[in-house]
Nanobody, 126 residues
């Protein structure tokens, strides 16, 4: 069982930045890790992911590409999401997730992920 704990959410003005952290209870480097978000009344959507292979290949949703950066520190068993140029549409509960899949693909569907954190709220004011 893998436990994931997110932190770093908060309230920020439009144009500002936040860095989310996701700490894992085990060797995180073995897993592809992803960030998802869910706004009220909307489905959970993919934000970004980083692979377990090749030092961490990254993949982003079009809506955050160029603004968000996912990274991992394997020594700390932590994955980060640096979010810049935030806008009110980024307001959501952000979740960290991990998949046990050993395939060489980065899944973007929530059902492909096996472990989830509790979420951290990000609110962007206009």
């Amino acid at each position: 069982q893998v436990q994931l704990v997110e932190s770093g959410g908060g309230l920020v003005q439009a144009g500002g930045s936040l860095r989310l952290s996701c700490a894992a209870s085990t060797t995180f480097s073995r897993y592809t890790a992803g960030w998802f978000r869910q706004a009220p009344g909307k489905e959970r959507e993919f934000v970004a992911a980083i692979s377990w292979w090749s030092g961490g290949i990254t993949y982003y949703a079009d809506s955050v590409k160029g603004r968000f950066t996912i990274s991992r520190d394997n020594a700390k068993n932590t994955v980060y999401l640096q979010m810049n140029s935030l806008n009110p549409e980024d307001t959501a509960l952000y979740y960290c997730a991990a998949t046990t899949s050993r395939g060489y693909n980065i899944p973007v569907l929530p059902r492909a992920y096996d472990y989830w954190g509790q979420g951290t709220q990000v609110t962007v004011s206009s």
